[in-house]
């Protein structure tokens, strides 16, 4: 059985850090990419960051670019996500995410195809808050 | 940015009936839209991927159509246990956007 639990949330003043973890269990993690959704409390998803399989590609969004840091560890089957600077509008829910798909580069159009989020984790929230 | 929009934003039907949600995407996306359903206090889950694809595990009653910028989301027979918001999430490109969901009551 496919199995992602993350941990490391809890609250931290702004311009804080935190780094939140995920560990995965019940198939072959170095085999897949991985991700980071955030949930905002009442509101819906949001992509934060996604990493390939090897860590070769790695990928975020506009709003945390320069502040966090995603990675992995295949040995430990684990994925992290390092988190700087942080800011009120950081506060969220944070999953981790399978990607079924590998991302891949289409030469033609030059896009870059990322997400089909197929197993997820219960997430942990993150609060920003003086 | 490619940008998704959802409609309706919510919607309230019986046991049994028949419930279509559609989402828009800003430009052709192709066929890279998938569909997840979050129940309150839960995480997503992947329902339906490259627009019509079941994936694996998930009733038939659910379906996806569609292709471009236009998609169609059915629930052929409403549940109770289909009590859920529902995304749209393209991934044509960066960054993989979902929609703003469309959350389903029972009436």
């Known amino acids: 059985e496919v199995q992602l639990v993350e941990s490391g949330g809890g609250l931290v003043k702004p311009g804080g850090s935190l780094r939140l973890s995920c ?8 085999s897949y990419s991985m ?6 409390p009442g509101k819906g998803l949001e992509w934060v960051s996604s990493i390939s399989s090897s860590s070769s590609y790695i990928y975020y969004a506009d709003s945390v670019k320069g502040r966090f840091t995603i990675s992995r560890d295949n040995a430990k089957n684990s994925l992290y996500l390092q988190m700087n600077s942080l800011r009120a509008e950081d506060t969220a829910v944070y999953y981790c995410a399978r990607d079924s798909q ?18 997820w984790g219960q997430g942990t929230l993150v609060t920003v808050s003086s | 940015d490619i940008q998704m929009t959802q409609s309706p934003s919510s919607l309230s039907a019986s046991v049994g009936d028949r419930v279509t949600i559609t989402c828009q995407a800003s430009q052709d996306i192709s066929n890279y839209l998938n569909w997840y359903q979050q129940k309150p206090g839960k995480a ?7 627009a019509s694809n079941l ?18 989301f059915t629930i052929s027979s409403l549940q109770p246990e289909d009590i859920a918001t529902y995304y749209c999430q393209q991934y044509d490109n960066l960054p993989p956007l979902f929609g703003p969901g469309t959350k389903v009551d029972i009436k």
């Open chain 1, 23 to 30: 560990a995965a269990s019940g198939f072959t993690f170095s």
């Open chain 1, 35 to 40: 991700n980071w959704v955030r949930q905002a």
């Open chain 1, 102 to 119: 590998a991302a891949y580069y289409d030469i033609l159009t030059g896009y870059v195809h990322v997400g089909v989020f197929d197993y």
């Open chain 2, 44 to 50: 997503p889950k992947l329902l339906i991927y490259d």
């Open chain 2, 55 to 72: 994936e694996t595990g998930v009733p038939s009653r659910f379906s996806g159509s569609g292709s471009g910028t236009d998609f169609t």
